[in-house]
């Protein structure tokens, strides 16, 4: 089996500590590899849906034909230009991808890999830690008008949740395998899971996520 793996900085294997960005002392696709399963990681930190896109198509003529091509997207879609919002709170502003193209940049993607014979699969998102993102998002900034634009701090969680709910539907659309990190984390205390930004995994949660990506393969095989 061929794993190619596109999507942001959750697969990417980021953990942010020390107030630093950092790589994970990540051994999961090496254990894939021991297993028999060739992974090509071509996460970027950061990508939304559009420089996922980018990515793919620069990367597609390469990858051989049977592979299986996992994506995970949505995360940095639905974030904001938290500094516009601390400066006008009364702001009218769009996520950095707005759904309607989020839903229809992530299908064309589908299209186009199974138009080239490619099985897809699709990460949903793992949750987030809204207090601690609201902390993470407001330094140095007004923290009382980002939540006057929220209205409250769960808005946070519940705007990435909605988000993580077009993912699993464009899955269903497309009739894509969804590989449920969300339900892992949230079957603990993904509070304990989530770094002190409030968005990436702690080693433990990309522990989790390895062990996922396990039992994904396992059932592959």
């Not at 297993?35 to 090509?40: L, S």
């Not at 996460?43 to 996922?52: F, L, Y």
């Not at 099985?119 to 330094?139: C, D, E, G, Q």
């Not at 892992?184 to 409030?198: A, T, V």
Request: hydrophobic share 35%; glycine share 6%; aromatic share 10%.
């Amino acid at each position: 089996m061929k794993l190619e793996i596109f999507g942001d900085s959750i697969l990417k294997g980021v953990i942010y500590k020390d107030k630093k960005y950092l790589l994970s002392e990540d051994n999961k696709y090496n254990l894939l590899n021991n297993k028999g399963i060739t992974v090509n990681n071509f996460s970027r930190m950061g990508a939304t849906i559009e420089k996922g896109n980018s990515i793919i198509n620069r990367k597609i003529e390469n990858i051989e034909q049977g592979s299986t091509v996992l994506l995970e997207f949505g995360g940095n879609d639905c974030n904001y230009n938290w500094k516009e919002i601390s400066d006008n709170p009364e702001i009218d502003i769009e996520p950095f991808t707005t759904p309607d193209k989020f839903i229809n940049d992530y299908k064309n993607i589908i299209k186009n890999l199974k138009s080239k014979g490619f099985k897809v699969v699709v990460s949903n998102l793992i949750p987030i830690s809204a207090k601690k993102y609201m902390n993470f998002i407001t330094k140095g900034l007004n923290y009382n008008n980002i939540l006057k634009w929220l209205g409250d701090i769960e808005h946070l969680y519940r705007w990435q949740e909605y988000y993580n709910t077009l993912v699993e539907k464009i899955a269903k659309d497309e009739n894509c395998e969804i590989l449920d990190l969300r339900s892992s984390f949230l079957k603990h205390n993904f509070e304990n899971l989530i770094c002190d930004d409030g968005i990436h995994p702690t080693q433990n949660g990309h522990n989790l996520i390895a062990n996922s990506l396990l039992e994904f393969a396992a059932a592959e095989a």
